[in-house]
């Protein structure tokens, strides 16, 4: 509303000046008079030219008496009367008799507006021009001025939104942990008139999507206070020192409401080990990292102030932060096992209309390996297609089916692709699901399909029947040969030369199996150590090289080893496929018909497995 009444002045504003112009050149136009000097007036009067002279304020214009001359100004001096200039210039009575004195009333406003308009235009334009360039620039000074507050989103506890331990399935050692910061906060005296030491710091980690920033927000939530909550990437700006002095800021204001929370989102931004070297050892983000642990260090613990810090790269946080009295507690996330997921899957299909049939244990038996985060998503995919398929309700199938979507992309059905192509695929895709099939360590396959999703022109889709935790070098030698199984089918059956790009991130991902087979996991005849350090991806996007501890003998051997695991699965996906081939035609006939086959039909088509 204020905006429009002042669009409405500006605009109103504009248009009077616009108008103002144009009214004053129009005048101009019609008239023009020429400014002659009082002397050549003196004169002309003396000639007998004049007709009339109009005194107007301080001019007096002259009408001479040919009509196609020009109006004539003359500029008197102030307080001088015509009467005067006359006299003093010994102006001839008998040429006075003979034109006309009229005096007319300048206060006219058109005149005033004629004569004030060309000193005033530029003015008012500067000046309002002026004015909101100021406006301008105090505007960015004072956000200048603001860089160093934190600006918190802050959760309240009387907030609709605020979640409690209810909203967080499974993560019950989590929760534990918790629940004993959540007592403290609700009555920090209980703790320290026991002398108890309460905790500063406590860091959530685990993998993205295990739900650490739904768990902190719920520990304020339970415990009633409010919640400050910062991403560690907001810290830091384009300017230098706005990161320490924002930290300062965020938390004046949580002791200012103590009991609070003071919620760090992804330290590792700003919580990197420092001196670490990459990026020529970021000033600003060590200055905030000092100022971080210069607070947590500063306030005094019975203040009632607990930060909660979340990360996903424990390995590469500063170890000052992990130094008791700061970050001294640690609760680690998991992937949620399938009971949990099972318990996810309920909070999220409560406000889902659901078939009655619907059985979420069976969507969590398939689905391991997802997230929190991933479930969340799965079942807001599953809504999306039920509306999309003008349902009422989501049905068991509409989430099975979104599952695929989640892993691996969206379908992309109207991708043409020719009837020879479509056979390439179905015929690499039949061998991983034969290999896999055929190799009693492989996990069931689940589904196979030739409809391109994601950047995959094709999967073979498979699943574990349980959680699995730990792989056995018997799996990791079936799954090798399983990912070569498509690789080794096009080679095989079409020759050599006709072996296309499609299994380049087969090869790729299986070489990165059988290199940490040798490299990490001891698994080769090299024996038993790991070579090389592998900073799990120390810095973002990866790219750095692992530090080599081995000489240069060994990372021939290592070379070796990696190449005859790879040789070696290939040989056994081989044998698989030569013995199979009445099935591997059988299924691709299948998929050539249905494009995707599921479990049942890949059991009927393939036969049990040995
Ligand atoms: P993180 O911070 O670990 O990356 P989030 O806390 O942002 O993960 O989780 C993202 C979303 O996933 C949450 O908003 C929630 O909807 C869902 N989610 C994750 N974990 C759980 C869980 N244990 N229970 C219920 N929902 C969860
Ligand atoms: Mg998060
Ligand atoms: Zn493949």
Redesign the pocket.
């Known amino acids: 509303m204020r905006n429009f009444v002042k669009n409405f002045i500006f605009v109103f504003i504009f248009l009077f000046l616009v108008a103002a112009v144009l009214g004053y050149v129009k005048a101009g136009k019609d008239k023009s008079p020429e400014t002659v000097s009082i002397s050549k007036m003196v004169e002309e009067i003396n000639a007998n030219q004049v007709k009339t002279v109009i005194i107007k304020g301080d001019t007096l214009s002259l009408q001479l008496k040919d009509e196609k001359a020009k109006l004539q100004e003359v500029l008197k001096e102030q307080n001088g009367t015509f009467g005067e200039i006359v006299r003093n210039y010994n102006v001839s009575s008998s040429s006075l008799s003979q034109l006309s004195v009229e005096v007319k009333n300048d206060s006219s406003w058109k005149f005033w507006l004629g004569n004030l308009l060309p000193i005033l235009l530029p003015l008012i334009i500067f000046i309002l021009f002026f004015y909101f360039m100021t406006r301008g620039v105090q505007g960015m000074n004072s956000k200048a001025m603001g860089f160093g507050q934190s600006n918190p989103r802050q959760t309240n506890p009387d907030d609709k939104n605020k979640k409690t331990f209810a909203?967080?399935?499974?993560?019950k050692e989590a929760k534990q942990e918790l629940v004993e910061v959540v007592d403290f906060l609700k009555d920090p005296k209980k703790f320290t008139e026991m002398g108890a030491k309460i905790p500063k710091g406590v860091l959530l980690v685990?993998t993205?999507?295990?739900?650490?920033?739904?768990?902190a927000k719920a520990v304020a939530g339970e415990a009633n206070v409010p919640f400050f909550n910062m991403s560690g990437s907001e810290f830091v700006e384009m300017f230098v020192g706005v990161g320490a002095s924002r930290v300062r800021d965020l938390f004046s204001k949580a002791k200012k409401d103590a009991p609070a929370i003071v919620f760090i989102?992804e330290i590792d931004a700003v919580g990197r080990r420092r001196g670490a070297g990459m990026g020529g050892g970021h000033d600003e983000r060590e200055q905030t990292l000092n100022q971080i642990l210069v607070e947590m260090d500063g306030f005094d613990p019975n203040l009632g102030v607990i930060v909660v810090a979340?990360t996903?790269r424990p390995d590469v946080l500063d170890p000052a932060l992990l130094r008791p009295g700061r970050f001294d507690r640690r609760v680690t996330?998991d992937l949620?096992d399938i009971k949990?997921r099972e318990e996810?899957l309920g909070?999220?299909a409560k406000n889902k209309p659901m078939e009655a049939d619907v059985s979420l244990r069976k969507v969590a038996e398939r689905t391991p390996g997802f997230?929190?985060?991933d479930?969340?998503n799965l079942l807001n995919e599953a809504a999306i297609l039920a509306v999309r398929r003008d349902k009422k309700k989501v049905s068991e199938f509409d989430i099975l089916e979104s599952i695929e979507k989640v892993l691996l992309g969206p379908e992309r059905k109207n991708r043409v692709i020719s009837d020879h192509e479509k056979k390439m695929t179905a015929y690499h895709e039949a061998g991983h699901a034969i290999v896999g099939h055929f190799m009693p360590h492989c996990d069931p396959v689940r589904k196979v399909s030739v409809i391109s999703r994601g950047s995959a022109g094709g999967y073979t889709l498979k699943m574990p029947t349980e959680d699995k935790y730990y792989h056995t070098l018997a799996q990791f030698r079936d799954e090798l040969a399983m990912m070569l199984g498509g690789y080794v089918v096009e080679k095989t059956l079409f020759g050599e030369n006709m072996l296309s790009t499609g299994p380049s991130s087969d090869l790729k991902n299986a070489t990165q199996v059988a290199q940490n087979m040798v490299t990490r996991y001891g698994m080769s005849p090299l024996g038993t150590r790991t070579f090389g350090d592998h900073p799990e991806n120390v810095f973002l996007g990866g790219g750095m090289p692992e530090q080599k501890d081995y000489s240069e003998k060994t990372a021939e051997a290592i070379d070796k080893e990696v190449s005859s695991f790879l040789a070696e699965a290939e040989k056994r996906a081989k044998e698989v496929v030569d013995s199979h081939r009445p099935q591997l035609e059988a299924m691709v006939k299948e998929l050539m018909e249905k494009e995707t086959i599921e479990q049942d039909d890949i059991q009927r088509v393939l036969g049990p497995r040995q």
């Open positions: 909203d967080v399935a499974g993560a685990g993205p999507g295990t739900g650490k920033t739904l768990l989102d979340a996903n996330l949620p949990d996810i909070i999220h997230s929190g985060a479930l969340a």
